[in-house]
């Protein structure tokens, strides 16, 4: 069976299930009045057993962000800069805030910032050659000025030196 007709046959399901749900718990086994439901899927009619649209929460939780949010590294030494990159195609010359925060500690404010006309933004946020990173691992949250848009990286810097 293939995917579409396992779809439609799980929706024609749903609305049979539905509508005897409803009914039975109506009593309206045997009125016939155009009864519409709508289930977090999907609005159905009941009279017709038929998918008469689509819900308003799918959309909402299926939404695309168009929002990319990452550093230059996963991993830093102590005397590292940390350059943060926000990408936002859809909101050009946006304000957006940024905080930084290292595991178990109170978020520190870096900001704001303007992202440039295609939506791009590169930012060093730490500077290890300034003042030495502690060791640890550190969450980026990027949110809109409007509050629209909230997004996160992470990073660690660690202790240490290379080969043996």
Sequence with gaps: MNASKTLGFLGLSAVGLLGLGAALLTGDQGRHEAKTVE?????????????????????NLLKLGWVAVSTDQGVYWPQEDVFLKVLMPLAPSAK??????????APSPRGPYTLNEAGLL???????????????????????????????????????????
């Design 39 to 59: 289930s977090a899927l999907f609005r159905v009619n009941l009279e017709k057993q038929e998918i008469t649209g689509t819900s308003d929460a799918p959309q």
């Design 96 to 105: 957006v805030n940024v905080t930084v925060s290292r595991k178990d500690a």
């Design 122 to 164: 590169v930012e060093t946020i730490l500077s290890g050659k300034e003042r030495r990173l502690e060791a640890g691992e550190y969450r980026v949250r990027v949110a809109s000025a409007d509050g629209s848009v909230d997004a996160t990286a992470v990073f660690s810097v660690v202790e240490g030196s290379l080969g043996a």
